[in-house]
Every structure is written in structure tokens, then in C-alpha cells.
């Protein structure tokens, strides 16, 4: 996405959405923790699927294991990318509506004087 052909408007309005969407994501103490518990148990469970395969053969309960904890790792990857990527695309957004302002501010004074 462009940030240099978005109106002022719009920009406000992806930055309030990026603001509202992070600081839901902050407030929340347990979600975080839940979440690496959530990612260790999904570890332990494809582990446990590999060990047993190797121990006792393949059957559908180590199966289910393994795609249980690749799904639940996967998950987890795919949730703590999306938050870099938006906390990032929020600092982009900050300095451009900063560097607008900083424009306005030099053309009005430059046309006071």
C-alpha cells in the first residue's frame, strides 16, 4: 500500500483502526501467556506424534497428533507475524502523517513571511 497517495483522511482512519486493533492486543495480559501455553502444548503433541511413530509404528492417533501441533504452531507463527507487521505498517503510517504535518507547518510559515 502507497501511503503517498492516500488523502490525510484516510490515513487517520487506518491509524485509528492499527491503534484500536493494538491496544486491544496490549490490554490483554492472558492472552499472550495462554497463547505460548497453547504453542507448547502443540509442540508436545507433535512430538509426542514423532516419538510414538518411531516407537510403536504409525497409527491415526499419532497422526492426528502431528497435525494438531503443526496447525497450533502454524497458528501461532502466522498470529505473531500479522502483530510485527502491523505494529511496523502503524510506526509507517505515524511518520508519514508526521511528515505531512511537518510540510504544512513549513508552507504556512514560509507563506506568513
Same mark, same amino acid.
Given at each position: 500500500? +502507497?501511503?503517498?497517495? #492516500?488523502? +490525510?483522511?484516510?490515513?487517520?482512519?487506518?491509524? !485509528?483502526?492499527?491503534?484500536?486493533?493494538?491496544?486491544?492486543? #496490549?490490554?490483554?495480559?492472558?492472552?499472550?501467556? *495462554?497463547? =505460548?501455553?497453547?504453542?507448547?502444548?502443540?509442540?508436545?503433541? *507433535?512430538? #509426542?506424534?514423532?516419538? +510414538?511413530? *518411531?516407537?510403536?509404528?504409525?497409527?491415526?492417533? !499419532? =497422526? *492426528?497428533?502431528? =497435525?494438531?501441533?503443526?496447525?497450533?504452531?502454524?497458528?501461532?507463527?502466522? !498470529?505473531?507475524?500479522? %502483530?510485527?507487521?502491523?505494529?511496523?505498517?502503524? @510506526?509507517?503510517?505515524?511518520?508519514?502523517? @508526521?511528515? %505531512?504535518?511537518?510540510? +504544512?507547518?513549513?508552507?504556512k510559515e514560509s507563506k506568513t513571511a
Amino acid at each position: 500500500m +502507497d501511503l503517498k497517495t #492516500q488523502t +490525510d483522511a484516510e490515513l487517520i482512519s487506518l491509524r !485509528d483502526r492499527l491503534n484500536e486493533w493494538c491496544l486491544k492486543h #496490549q490490554e490483554s495480559k492472558w492472552g499472550h501467556r *495462554f497463547w =505460548i501455553l497453547v504453542v507448547i502444548l502443540g509442540v508436545f503433541a *507433535f512430538l #509426542q506424534g514423532i516419538i +510414538d511413530i *518411531f516407537i510403536s509404528g504409525i497409527n491415526l492417533l !499419532d =497422526i *492426528f497428533l502431528i =497435525i494438531l501441533g503443526t496447525i497450533t504452531c502454524f497458528s501461532w507463527y502466522k !498470529d505473531e507475524n500479522r %502483530r510485527k507487521i502491523n505494529i511496523g505498517f502503524l @510506526a509507517e503510517i505515524n511518520g508519514e502523517i @508526521a511528515l %505531512r504535518d511537518y510540510k +504544512d507547518n513549513i508552507s504556512k510559515e514560509s507563506k506568513t513571511a
